[in-house]
């Protein structure tokens, strides 16, 4: 048996996968007979696409964060005095 969280991603994917197809047909549907296709299904549609590449995308399996440093070599230093 799959874990909650496996099971939870699993079937928000699905509801957005679901949301667009619905979406996709009632705009073909709707262009098809030379209706106006409501902005609310292309919105839908494009925010579904969206969130299903969001959660789809590759992320690393570790969670320990990466050091970073940003150098901006055009800005002149300030000297920073330690208070007494």
């Not at 509801?15 to 030379?34: E, K, Q, R, S, W």
């Not at 590449?53 to 970073?68: E, F, H, R, Y």
Request: net charge neutral; hydrophobic share 50%; proline share 5%.
């Amino acid at each position: 048996m799959k874990s909650t969280a496996q099971g939870t991603f699993l079937t928000v994917v699905g509801f957005l996968g679901m949301t667009l197809l619905l979406c996709v047909v009632a705009i073909a549907l709707l262009a098809g007979y030379d209706k106006d296709v409501p902005t609310i299904l292309e919105t839908l549609a494009v925010a579904a696409l969206g969130t299903i590449g969001a959660l789809l995308a590759k992320t690393p399996n570790d969670s320990t964060p990466q050091a970073v440093q940003v150098i901006n070599r055009a800005a002149n230093p300030v000297k920073v005095e330690q208070a007494s």
